[in-house]
């Protein structure tokens, strides 16, 4: 089992950057596929972007491509999202997640999830 807890949400201005975290501890980190997903009011919790084991698979959604980079450190046990050129559709509490196996689209496919950092970007 594998504990995950992000950090770096907040409040920022439209056009403005965040760097969101997820650091993970108890098993070995290098054996879980990660993902980011978020969830707005009144919203399902969506997908948001994905990366493999090692890192040589990444993918996003639509709405994200080209302002947000997902990345891994497996020496540190931390997966990050850079997000740049945020918009105010942008704003929900942002969630990892991990499975120990392939990546996957799908939130019910991971099994282990942080408790979520809340991002707010102002119009």
């Known amino acids: 089992q594998v504990q995950l807890v992000e950090s770096g949400g907040g409040l920022v201005q439209a056009g403005g950057s965040l760097r969101l975290s997820c650091a993970a501890s108890?098993?070995?980190?290098?054996?879980?596929?990660m993902g980011w997903f978020r969830q707005a009011p009144g919203k399902e919790r969506e997908f948001v972007a994905l990366?493999?084991?090692?890192?040589?698979?990444?993918d996003y959604t639509t709405s994200v491509k080209g302002r947000f980079t997902i990345s891994r450190d497996n020496a540190e046990n931390t997966m990050y999202l850079q997000m740049n050129s945020l918009k105010p559709e942008d704003t929900a509490v942002y969630y990892c997640?991990?499975?120990?196996?392939?990546?996957?689209?799908?939130?019910?496919?991971?099994?282990?999830w942080g408790q979520g950092t809340q991002v707010t970007v102002s119009s």
């Open positions: 997640a991990g499975r120990n196996s392939v990546t996957s689209f799908q939130a019910s496919q991971y099994p282990y």
């Open positions: 108890g098993r070995t980190f290098s054996a879980y596929a």
């Open positions: 990366i493999s084991r090692n890192g040589d698979y990444i």
